[in-house]
C-alpha cells in the first residue's frame, strides 16, 4: 500500500480509538458518531379536515371519486359489494340523528369510485373497493364482478328534484329501469337491492325506493375547491397587510383589504388604502 507523502515537521496524526459495541457513553445526552448516519423524517403536511369530511352531491357535475350511495331504506343503509363481487344493503353506523344526509361510510366495502363517462351528459361507472364495476343485467340482479366496463356496467343519473331531496338521483340501467332498495316484509332481514324498476311505475307512484342520496367527499366538490381557494387567497395577516401599506391600519381597513382578497379587487383597494395614509400624512 503506497502511504502519503511526509515532510519534515509535519505533526504526526493522532490515531483515533475505535469504539467496540460494549462501550458506554457517560453523557446524558450522546451525539452521534461523526461516521454515523443520522437522517430526519420530514413532517407531513397536516390534512384539512374540511377535505376529508362527506357532503352531499348538489348535481350531476358535482359526483367525482369515492361516493357513498344511500338508499331509501328505514334505517338506512348503503349499496355495498363484498370480495367475491355480491352486491347488498348495508347498515349505514356513522350518522347524526339517523338522518341519511349525514351519513359516512365505516367500511371499505360501501365506497364506490364514481367517473363520469367520456362524452357523455349523466352516465357514469361505480367501481368497487375490490376493483371490479358494479353492473346490472336486464333481469335486474345487481353485481360488482367484472373488471372491464360494458353496457351494464354504465349508469344515468337522474336529479330527483323537490323539497328535502337535495343530493338525491335515481340509477337508471343501460335496459331502461331502475335500481331500488326495499324493506323486506319479514323483521330483522335485509333490504333487497334490484335494478328492474320501471320508468312508468316511478312516475306514477312517485316511488322513493328509486331515490339514491350520493354521499361524496368534500374535496372533490367544485364549490368546496372554490371556498378553500377563497380562503387561501384571503389568509394573510395584519402584519403583512402593514408591511405591504407602510403603515399602521385600522381595523376597518383590515376587514376591507381581506375582503378585497376574496373577491378580487385587492390591488384596487389596496391603492384607495395607499393614497389614504398619504392624505392623513400630509393633512
Known amino acids: 500500500m503506497v502511504k502519503a507523502l511526509a515532510f519534515k515537521g509535519d505533526k504526526k496524526p493522532t490515531k483515533k480509538r475505535k469504539r467496540l459495541p460494549n462501550d458506554s ?14 437522517t430526519t423524517t420530514p413532517v407531513a403536511p397536516t390534512e384539512d379536515p374540511d377535505d376529508t369530511h362527506w357532503v352531499s352531491a348538489d348535481s350531476l357535475p358535482d359526483i367525482t371519486g369515492p361516493v357513498l350511495l344511500v338508499l331509501s ?35 371499505i366495502r360501501q365506497v364506490w369510485i364514481a367517473t363520469r363517462v367520456v362524452g357523455s351528459e349523466g352516465s357514469f361507472t361505480f ?95 367544485p364549490i368546496h375547491k372554490v371556498e378553500k381557494a377563497e380562503k387561501m387567497r384571503a389568509k394573510i395577516s395584519r402584519k403583512e397587510l402593514e408591511e405591504e401599506v407602510g403603515r399602521r391600519l385600522e381595523d ?8 378585497a382578497r376574496r373577491e ?9 388604502v395607499k393614497v389614504k395614509g398619504k392624505h392623513d400624512k400630509f393633512a
Open 127 to 221: 367501481k368497487g373497493h375490490q376493483g371490479r364495476y358494479l353492473g346490472c343485467d336486464k333481469y335486474g340482479v345487481c353485481s360488482a364482478s367484472r373488471e372491464a366496463v360494458s353496457a351494464e356496467e354504465t349508469f344515468a343519473l337522474q336529479a330527483v328534484e323537490g323539497r328535502g331531496r337535495t343530493g338525491c338521483f335515481r340509477v337508471k340501467t343501460a335496459w331502461g329501469n331502475f335500481f331500488s332498495a326495499k324493506n323486506s316484509e319479514s323483521q330483522g332481514s335485509v333490504p333487497v337491492v334490484r335494478g328492474d324498476v320501471t320508468e312508468a311505475e316511478t312516475e306514477a307512484e312517485a316511488d322513493e325506493s328509486t331515490f339514491i342520496r350520493i354521499r361524496m367527499q368534500a374535496r372533490f366538490k
Open 264 to 272: 378580487g379587487d385587492y390591488h384596487e383597494v389596496m391603492l384607495d
Open 73 to 107: 331504506t328505514t334505517p338506512p343503509t348503503t349499496l355495498s359489494s363484498d370480495a367475491l363481487g355480491a352486491v347488498f344493503a348495508q347498515k349505514i353506523e356513522n350518522l347524526v340523528e339517523g338522518l341519511p344526509d349525514s351519513a359516512e361510510p365505516h367500511d
Open 252 to 259: 376597518d381597513e383590515v376587514r376591507r383589504l381581506k375582503k
Open 25 to 38: 457513553n457517560t453523557d446524558d445526552d450522546p451525539a452521534p458518531a461523526s461516521n454515523q448516519l443520522t
